[in-house]
């Protein structure tokens, strides 16, 4: 049974803080790792994704993968209101491209 | 680039009767998804197309849903007869094939 697990929060963090968003996955075989943001009532989109051990940075927002612990974290420096979503961990099974998501865990970022 | 359609966007019916979803993939899109995402949780997969074939429809409810790909460009939803526990998000996403998804705006189902 594939499963990718999430805090659902929510997760609050003051204007320009640090977000630490976590996800931890059952399947070692998982070679593909990806972060969606969806926005209420909106359909997911993707922001990140990473493929290899260690951090990738695209913008504010850096990717961070450990697959000897199996868990995917997503950064997000300098948070702003506008960052205020849903954040689904998504992470395809060894050999297939079909994610399997998380729940989500939901971010507020408060002025 | 036109992003993936879907409609109706909303759609409310009693529990029994029948719906259908329609969704028109980003064109030159082999492949195409539809999901299921119940509030609060995140989107399962109920159907994975390959231009017109089925690819994966493990966790489709066969009894009482069903969805085609005809011509291997739109596709259609249907549940016959709907359950209150069917009311859902539905996204169709599409993406080329072995890369990343795009979603479309999603249709809300509410059966009463």
């Known amino acids: 049974q594939k499963e990718v697990e999430q805090n659902s929060g929510p997760l609050s963090v003051p204007e320009g803080a640090i977000a630490s968003l976590n996800c931890t996955y059952s399947?070692?075989?998982?070679?593909?790792f990806f972060w969606y943001r969806q926005y209420s009532g909106k359909s997911p989109e993707l922001i990140m994704s990473?493929?290899?051990?260690g951090d990738k940075e695209d913008g504010r927002f850096t990717a961070q993968l450990n697959k000897a612990s199996q868990y995917v974290s997503l950064l997000i420096r300098d948070s702003q209101p506008s960052d205020s979503a849903t954040y689904l961990c998504?992470?395809?099974?060894?050999?297939?491209?079909?994610?399997?998501f998380g729940r989500g865990t939901s971010l507020i970022v408060h002025p | 680039e036109a992003g993936v359609a879907q409609s109706p966007r909303y759609k409310i019916i009693e529990k029994r009767q029948s719906v259908a979803f329609w969704c028109n993939p980003i064109?030159?899109?082999?492949?195409l998804y539809w999901y299921q995402q119940i509030l609060g949780q995140g989107p399962k997969l109920l159907i994975q197309?390959?231009?017109?074939?089925?690819?994966?429809d493990s966790q489709l409810p066969k009894d009482r849903f069903s969805a085609e790909r005809l011509k291997g460009v739109d596709s259609t939803l249907k549940i016959q007869p709907a359950k209150l526990e069917d009311s859902a998000v539905y996204l169709c996403a599409s993406s080329p094939p072995a890369d990343t998804q795009y979603f479309g705006p999603g249709t809300r189902l509410t059966v009463l």
């Open positions: 998504a992470i395809p099974s060894g050999g297939s491209y079909i994610p399997t």
């Open positions: 399947d070692r075989g998982s070679q593909s």
């Open positions: 990473i493929y290899s051990n």
């Open positions: 197309f390959q231009n017109n074939g089925v690819v994966d």
């Open positions: 064109s030159g899109h082999a492949t």
